[in-house]
């Protein structure tokens, strides 16, 4: 995966900064995760600059600039991208920014804000599930946390 380049994302530059990016984050190499997240992040920007009502972007600029570790930043753009994909009357959408504000917080330190969306996650039709919160990687370090714990156990 981190030989690909742009053009295997549909030159979509974006996608592609912010999954070399995590995939870098999940080997533990911070520099090359936040050099990545910061290409993200600044394509992301061009994009919001020609449809800034897109609530998805700023959602994926909140999850960049959370990489970054600028915090205030990128929990505004997570709470933006919520805001103009609300979860009523949106199916999956608004739940889908539910879940990048939740890895906003999460890359954040903000656990409990993390686990406040996750709550809500769980309860609407969406592929994160309790299993899949068990397994993903992005989740791992709510691992041994008893809310996380708590949750996850629930049937």
């Known amino acids: 995966m981190l030989r690909l380049t742009p053009s295997a994302f549909d030159n979509d530059r974006a996608s592609w900064g912010l ?31 020609a449809t800034p009502q897109d609530g998805q972007l700023h959602a994926l600029l909140g999850v960049a600039l959370a990489t970054l570790g600028r915090g205030a930043e990128a929990i505004q753009e997570a709470e933006r991208g919520v805001s103009l994909v609300p979860l009523t009357n949106s199916g999956t959408n608004g739940t889908y920014m539910l879940h990048q504000r939740a890895r906003t917080f999460l890359l954040l330190g903000e ?34 946390y008893p809310r996380f714990e708590r949750i996850v156990a629930e049937k």
Do not use: M
């Open 111 to 144: 656990k409990e804000k993390a686990l406040d969306d996750i709550e809500q996650l769980l309860t609407r039709p969406y592929f994160v599930t309790r299993a899949w919160l068990r397994i993903d990687p992005n989740f791992a370090s709510l691992k041994g």
């Open 19 to 49: 999954a070399i990016s995590g995939a870098y984050a999940l080997q533990g190499d911070a520099t090359r995760a936040h050099a990545y997240a910061d290409s993200a992040r600044a394509a992301l920007e061009e994009q919001i600059a």
